[in-house]
T-cell receptor, first 114, second 109 residues
């Protein structure tokens, strides 16, 4: 799972700023998933993307959050106008195909909003 | 959607002891995975096991899909086994992996 690369590892933002989290999937994987982990909790699904398509965003907050996976380059999770409640660890996972295939996770981005 | 429950929530072991962690799920699954989250927060894939039995060194796992549970066995535990063990499942009408709340394992020297 070291093949899923996330950056930055740590990100500090002031309230009201924008946060951009990047994820490069494992080689050969075209399916990307974003999860959020609040302190002392399990991971919660946010969004599932394939290249240039959002497949399932049922776990994504309706406002301020967006995700993309362009034809070229990494997947981006974007949080606008961050608030303290957005402080969490954000994990990206990838798989070679869709649901039912083994997913591999990156090391996460720890976002702190001050 | 699918519900995933793990037990016990906390477990303290002496180094060298064996343990069994349980994961119950509420629907048929096409994906079940066990992860170890180490004290640095990294998620390590342990097993992809929607059914059957697998072994990897001191760890093994069994999923009985018809009875909707999976077990993770840790033998001869070491202090480096400490951390949180998560079970995650997908299936039924839920495509994405649903995580349990985890079992926090502490192995004492």
């Amino acid at each position: 799972n070291a093949g899923v690369m996330q950056n930055p590892r740590h990100l500090v933002r002031r309230r009201g700023q924008e946060a951009r989290l990047r994820c490069s999937p494992m080689k050969g994987h075209s399916h990307v998933y974003w999860y959020r982990q609040l302190p002392e909790e399990g991971l919660k699904f946010m969004v599932y993307l394939q290249k240039e398509n959002i497949i399932d965003e049922s776990g994504m907050p309706k406002e301020r959050f967006s995700a993309e996976f362009p034809k070229e380059g990494p997947s981006i999770l974007r949080i606008q106008q961050v608030v303290r409640g957005d402080s969490a660890a954000y994990f990206c996972a990838s798989s070679p195909s869709g649901w039912g295939y083994e997913a591999f996770f990156g090391q996460g981005t720890r976002l702190t909003v001050v | 959607g699918i519900q995933v429950e793990q037990s016990p929530p906390d477990l303290i072991l002496q180094e060298g002891a064996n343990s069994t962690l349980r994961c119950n799920f509420s629907d048929s699954v096409n994906n079940l995975q066990w992860f170890h989250q180490n004290p640095w927060g990294q998620l390590i894939n342990l097993f992809y096991i929607p059914s059957g039995t697998k072994q990897n060194g001191r760890l093994s796992a069994t999923t009985v899909a018809t009875e909707r549970y999976s077990l993770l066995y840790i033998s001869s535990s070491q202090t480096t086994d400490s951390g949180v063990y998560f079970c995650a499942a997908a299936g039924g009408s839920q495509g994405n992996l649903i995580f349990g709340k985890g079992t926090k394992l502490s192995v004492k020297p």
